[in-house]
């Protein structure tokens, strides 16, 4: 009996380590991601998103709100063609992420500043994929208040 209950409670210590450290690979991936985005770097966006990328944002105004999507190939483009004299810092407030599987969830709060002043604030929900043994961005939608 006590064999028994060793190996049960040995398998749910395995099981919460291992998913202790996918949620860990899950901010490493966010945090590349975060790294590639402020240093204009698509090479490494790309490494860390899946080639079908999905990419919404909600606006929120006094006007109402809207749905956006954009196309993965602008926002490549978009990123490496800012300017260099545009400063621009998203900074990420907490991280919840959540694992079922090969499958990642992660809620970001997050202040994004253009010139170091506040443009927006809201929150990023990433999904993201295991793929053999990385973790890929799938889907990314935002909220964007002033």
């Known amino acids: 009996m006590k064999k028994i209950l060793f190996a049960v409670l040995l398998m749910g210590a395995l099981q919460v380590n291992a998913q202790d450290f996918d949620k860990q ?4 991936t966010i945090e590349t991601f975060f790294e590639g985005f402020h240093h ?8 860390v998103c899946a080639d079908k990328l999905i ?19 602008f926002f490549y483009r978009s990123i490496a063609s800012m300017p260099q004299t545009l400063k621009y ?3 990420i407030l907490g991280y919840t992420i959540q694992v079922d599987g090969s499958m990642g969830h992660a809620w970001t709060p997050y202040e994004f500043y253009l010139n170091g002043k506040l443009s927006h604030k ?8 295991k793929e053999k043994d990385r973790w890929k961005i799938v889907y990314i939608i935002d909220t964007r208040r002033k």
């Open 122 to 129: 809201g929150v990023n929900a990433f999904t993201l994929f």
């Open 40 to 47: 204009r770097d698509t090479v490494l966006l790309h490494q």
């Open 89 to 91: 810092n998203e900074q």
């Open 25 to 28: 690979e899950i901010r490493n």
């Open 55 to 73: 990419l919404q944002s909600i606006e929120e105004n006094a006007n109402g709100n809207k749905l956006t999507e954009e196309p993965q190939q």
